[in-house]
């Protein structure tokens, strides 16, 4: 089993730990976390959040400027991987190798949102594992029109910083046993 990964997403209504999953999503991965290393994601706000669906972000300021993406990756959605409750998937076109950047947060079980038979999904890549309130809030946020946008935040949701949790490593063979 591959080591886990996990990146710690601070935003300004909290943190929210995302657990990665390299072994059945390794393309989405790698792509995630080569603009988590880079910092692309700070800064930039949840530009989309619909209660009682999914918070969609990595794409804009919060003046809803577009921020330039890397090349489109190819879609993992058939890697077994549900969009339940807490799990993490790209956002994409409606071409289904067109995600980049942008990423969603589910609020709930959208099934419907799977690859089935001859229809593409998209692609599951991890899972909260802390923050479920911080989901919540960011999901019950008031929401309007600004521009060409729907379902935009009133007061920005921001992601100050996004970046990869360290392991702390096992110190089993120095620690003194006490009798």
Do not use: C, W
Not at 30 to 52: M, P, Q, T
């Amino acid at each position: 089993m591959a080591e886990t990964i996990d990146v710690r997403m601070s935003t300004n209504k909290g943190d929210m730990v995302i657990r990665l999953n390299p072994e059945r999503a390794p393309v989405t991965v790698k792509n995630f976390l080569s603009y988590v290393d880079k910092g692309y994601y700070n800064n930039l706000i949840f530009h989309r959040v619909i209660n009682g669906f999914m918070i969609q972000g990595g794409g804009f300021s919060a003046s809803l400027e577009k921020k330039s993406t890397s090349a489109a990756i190819k879609n993992e959605s058939t890697n077994g991987l549900s969009n339940r409750r807490g799990t993490i998937s790209m956002a994409r076109t409606s071409n289904p190798d067109s995600a980049t950047a942008q990423f969603f947060i589910n609020l709930k079980n959208n099934d419907f949102l799977n690859a089935s038979v001859g229809r593409p999904g998209y692609a599951v890549f991890g899972e909260l594992v802390e923050g479920m309130k911080v989901l919540d809030t960011i999901g019950a946020v008031k929401t309007g029109r600004k521009g060409s946008y729907s379902d935009v935040p009133v007061q920005p949701v921001i992601i100050l910083k996004a970046e990869r949790v360290l392991k702390e490593k096992k110190k089993a063979a120095t620690t003194k046993k006490v009798s």
